[in-house]
Every structure is written in C-alpha cells, then in structure tokens.
C-alpha cells in the first residue's frame, strides 16, 4: 500500500468481489450503501472496512430499496456511490434505478449474478439478470452494462464503470457471474496516478442561470450541481423541463426529455462499447460469449483453430448499449455464431436480431456446471 491508503498498488491475490471493491476505491467511490446477500455479501464486507480508512460512508442498509435511495442521494451530496446485490436484490432496486436514471443521477450497481428465479441458487452461477439489466424498470431509458471475465477485469471495468456513470449521468452496472466474484486471481492495481479518473462536469454559470437539466455540447449530458454548491434547483422523478420543474401535462416535455435520456447514451454508443476479437479476421465460424463463459470459449476456439477449424471469438466486453455493429459486421463473414450463455435465452435474441440471416446456435446452461471447452468445440466442429 503507497502512502495514499486509498489506493492499494503493485501484485495482489484477490477474489473477483474483493478486487471489485479496490476497483470502487481507486475510481474514487467514498460512498457504499447496501444489504448482505450471496454471493456480493464480500464487496459490502470489504468496502465496510476500507471506507472508513479513508474518509468515505459505509452503510448497511435495512433493505434493497433503501440502498438504491441512499446511493442516488449521496450521488446528488457531490460522492461517488455504489451499493451491491444479486438477483433478487436487483429486482427490489428496479424502481429506483428508474429514479436514477430520471434524475440522471450518477452511480454505479454491482450485480454479482446467480440462479434464479426467486431465491434460486444463491451460491450458484448464472447469467439470467441481463435482460433485467436493460429493461428492469418501467419507461423509456438507456443504461450500461459491462461484464468482466476475470477478477482483473472485475478491478478494472468496475472503474470503467465509475467513469462511464459520472460522463453519462446515467447508472451503470456491472454485471458479475458468481465464478468470476469468488474465483482468486493476480491482480495488478497501477499507481494512483495512472488510473484514468473521470468526474462529472460542473456547471460554468451563475447559480441563478443555471438548468440542471439542460445539455451542454453534442453529448447531450448537462452539467451537474451538486447540494451544497450553492445552486437551488429541483430534482424529480416527474417529466421535468431543463429546470426540474414538473410538467406532467406535456407531451413536448416527456418526448423532449426521454428521448434525450435514450440518446445521451445511444448517440455516444461507439465511445461506451468495448469487445474483445480473438482470432475474427479469417474466422469462418465465431463464438459470441461474455462473462465466465468467455474462458471456455476462448479455449475452445484455440483447440478448434489447432484442428484447423477457421474459429474465432467475439466477446462482449460492454453488454449494453449492445454491439451491434461488431455482431452485424462479424455475421456478414462467418458461416456459424455460436452463443453459449449461462441462462435459457436472453443475450441470443439480441444476437439473432443484429445477425438477421447468420446460421446461430444456441448453448444453454442452467445450474453449477459451466461450459466446457470440449462442449462449445463439439458445435464448432460441426458446423
């Protein structure tokens, strides 16, 4: 640890949940509300003990709904937030989120996914929340996902994460399969000085002119004061114009609003998405994967290219927005997508929309068992 106790450097054996939390505290976060439950109980755990250490609030909250009330507020207060859950603490968040995303609050939700429905399998892996991540809560809105693959990744998206919420004002969630939370890993934490930071942009007027809600430049995003800066305004989950004055009798106002609130993120969707191509330039056959799953994946599109099968893998990296462009331009040259996915069919359907025509199968896993290399190579051989 350098003399700055915020930020751990150097070499670090760490679970994915643990290098999560060090990721929260190098982007800055200094605020953590949530409630225990398998298999993200370690984050809280960790941030309880950190947080303190350096200057920052550690709450454990009565509830779900609470916690994702407590993070927006502190977001508003000028702090980085974060709260953490599973399944069916993330359903219990869905209306707040909403608020987040309305109010364009930024902060970040870590979802460390598990078998469901309902309780399901709390200490089990799955990948059964991704369509919830999109489209949990009510309305039109837009939001980001990231998924990592290795408890590297789980350090170094769930800052990526931190700085994507505070650009966009919009909540962003990480989305972590149970393997990758509790799987131990080298991780390697750089410098606090090389750690790309963002911050939320600060309005340049005079309070007394000052729109929360009014977008400065192409991006669409506006400024952002905070309470205690000395601007007055108010922040609603209502339709709202650019001064946060409720105007639920207006449909120019609800479409004004909205459509920004969709376009802030889709607009910039090229500067958000991050993939991973393995192997695509000549691939003939392709893999689309993410999270856990992508390890098998890459193993398997290894020993196929080793038997002489032109495979490649395209992983997704960034959940939502969707790539579409990279599944579309990957569609238009193989022969074959195969989509292996810890759940009964979620990311697939976007696949087969972006692909139109593009033969896909589809490898489903429900339950403990994750995808063997041998298993996604067996389709892949067949072709």
């Not at 003399?3 to 200094?30: M, P, Q, W, Y």
């Not at 990231?146 to 590297?152: C, F, K, M």
């Not at 997508?337 to 896993?365: C, D, H, T």
Request: net charge negative; hydrophobic share 40%; charged share 25%.
């Amino acid at each position: 640890m350098t003399g700055n106790k915020a930020v751990l450097t150097g070499e670090h054996f760490l679970s994915g949940d643990l290098a999560c939390a060090e990721g929260a505290i190098a982007a800055g976060c200094r605020f953590f509300a949530g409630y225990p439950i398998t298999p993200a109980t370690e984050i809280a755990e960790r941030m309880a003990l950190r947080l303190p250490e350096i200057g920052g609030i550690y709450v454990q909250m009565e509830d779900e709904l609470a916690s994702m009330a407590a993070i927006i507020g502190a977001s508003y207060a000028g702090l980085k937030s974060m709260t953490a859950t599973s399944g069916p603490g993330f359903s219990l968040m869905q209306e707040n989120i909403g608020l987040a995303a309305m109010t364009e609050a930024p902060c970040v939700v870590v979802n460390v996914m598990r078998g469901g429905p309902s309780t399901g399998q709390p200490t089990k892996p799955g990948q059964q929340d991704v369509m919830q991540a999109r489209w949990g809560s009510h309305g039109d809105y837009e939001i980001i996902a990231l998924s990592p693959n290795s408890v590297q990744e789980a350090f170094d998206l769930t800052v990526e994460a931190f700085n994507l919420s505070e650009a966009y004002r919009v909540p962003v969630i990480l989305l972590m399969d149970e393997t990758v939370a509790h799987m131990w890993e080298k991780v390697v934490i750089p410098p606090a000085e090389e750690i790309r930071l963002v911050n939320r942009k600060k309005p340049n007027v005079p309070p007394g002119e000052y729109a929360p809600f009014k977008p400065e430049g192409e991006d669409l995003v506006p400024p952002m004061a905070c309470f205690g800066e000395g601007y007055r305004f108010h922040a609603t989950g209502l339709t709202h114009d650019e001064f946060g004055n409720p105007k639920t009798d207006s449909p120019e106002a609800q479409f004004q609003l909205v459509s920004r609130l969709c376009e802030k993120i889709r607009r910039n969707a090229e500067n958000i998405i991050k993939t991973e191509k393995v192997m695509l330039d000549d691939a003939e056959v392709a893999v689309i994967a993410y999270g856990v799953v992508s390890r098998s994946a890459l193993s398997a599109v290894k020993k196929a290219r080793e038997k002489g099968i032109k495979a490649g893998l395209l992983r997704l990296i960034t959940l939502w927005p969707f790539p579409e462009k990279q599944v579309a331009e990957l569609a238009d040259k193989a022969k074959l997508i195969v989509i292996p996915e810890l759940n009964y069919g979620q990311m697939v359907r976007e696949v087969e929309r972006a692909a139109k025509e593009a033969s896909i199968r589809f490898l489903p896993k429900l339950g403990e068992n994750l995808h063997t290399p041998g298993e996604i190579l067996e389709v892949l051989e067949a072709k």
